[in-house]
Nanobody, 114 residues
Framework: VQLQASGGGLVQPGGSLRLSCAAS????????MGWYRQAPEKQRELVAR???????NYADSVKGRFTVSRDNAKNTVYLQMNSLKPEDTAIYYC?????????WGQGTLVTVSS
């Protein structure tokens, strides 16, 4: 099973980015998919997650700015990030949790800077 994340890049404060993460090689679905991030010299933190039924959870720091969604048929999870701030700068990792375990993407760098 592989998860491939994409969509990171450099954006100015107040801008938007959309991350995507597609899973391949699995014959099973993920009960939950989502995103963590890790900023320099900080611990990895949960950003957002979404269950197969569509329930979502967000870190307080991104509520109202980020939206997580998924396409179950494609085993793909998305993260729409609006009103980006410099403190959102981090490597973003997607994951998929299943009865077989948790699988991680390779990470995509998001840099918010003017």
């Amino acid at each position: 099973v592989q998860l491939q994340a994409s969509g990171g890049g450099l954006v100015q404060p107040g801008g938007s980015l959309r991350l995507s993460c597609a899973a391949s090689g699995s014959t099973f679905s993920f009960s939950a998919m989502g995103w963590y991030r890790q900023a320099p010299e900080k611990q990895r933190e949960l950003v957002a997650r979404i269950t197969s039924g569509g329930s979502t959870n967000y870190a307080d720091s991104v509520k109202g700015r980020f939206t997580v969604s998924r396409d179950n048929a494609k085993n793909t999870v998305y993260l729409q990030m609006n009103s980006l701030k410099p403190e959102d700068t981090a490597i973003y990792y997607c994951y998929g949790a299943s009865f077989r375990g948790t699988y991680w993407g390779q990470g995509t760098l998001v840099t918010v800077s003017s």
